[in-house]
């Protein structure tokens, strides 16, 4: 598989997650919401990466090399990029903390901003396969 393939493919996934995300924060499984949030900017910068012949087996890894190579180059506005790790952190207390309660405000805001990311994501990608078939 072609990497502009597999980057369209897991940039569209992305989309797919934002939509269960948003169905989650709807049905009042603002846990879920959270999680899958996070899983949509995740996916988004798995896309990104792609094109990049880049990845890594762990998550702290995929967020390394994004920064490194892609916010850092100026691909990706940095202030966007940040939601990735916040997101990463609210998504580990969502899954693993104690008596952590995720509030509906907290599962709307995630649920912005992930749309925000994978939005800009998905501009970045359009750019970058655009400039290598130039």
Same mark, same amino acid.
């Given at each position: 598989?072609?990497?502009?393939?597999?980057?369209?493919?897991?940039?569209?996934?992305?989309?797919?997650?934002? %939509?269960? @995300?948003? &169905?989650?924060?709807?049905?009042?499984? +603002? $846990?879920?919401? !959270?999680?899958?949030?996070?899983?949509?900017?995740?996916?988004?910068?798995?896309?990104?990466?792609?094109?990049?012949?880049?990845?890594?087996?762990?998550?702290?890894?995929?967020?390394?090399?994004?920064?490194?190579?892609?916010?850092?180059?100026?691909?990706?506005?940095?202030?966007?990029?940040?939601?990735? %790790?916040? @997101?990463? &952190?609210?998504?580990?207390?969502?899954? +693993? $903390?104690?008596? !952590?309660?995720?509030?509906?405000?907290?599962?709307?805001?995630?649920?912005?901003?992930?749309?925000?990311?994978?939005?800009?994501?998905?501009?970045?990608?359009?750019?970058?396969?655009?400039?290598?078939?130039?």
């Amino acid at each position: 598989m072609s990497r502009t393939k597999l980057a369209t493919y897991r940039m569209q996934k992305a989309k797919e997650i934002i %939509t269960e @995300a948003s &169905d989650s924060l709807q049905h009042k499984h +603002y $846990g879920l919401s !959270v999680t899958r949030s996070y899983y949509a900017m995740f996916t988004a910068t798995k896309a990104l990466l792609a094109l990049k012949e880049m990845d890594s087996s762990k998550h702290a890894g995929v967020i390394a090399l994004f920064n490194q190579h892609i916010v850092k180059a100026d691909l990706f506005p940095k202030e966007i990029g940040k939601f990735l %790790t916040r @997101a990463k &952190d609210l998504r580990e207390e969502a899954d +693993y $903390g104690d008596f !952590v309660e995720i509030t509906e405000h907290d599962a709307r805001t995630q649920l912005e901003r992930a749309q925000t990311f994978v939005t800009e994501a998905e501009k970045t990608l359009q750019h970058l396969i655009s400039t290598e078939t130039q």
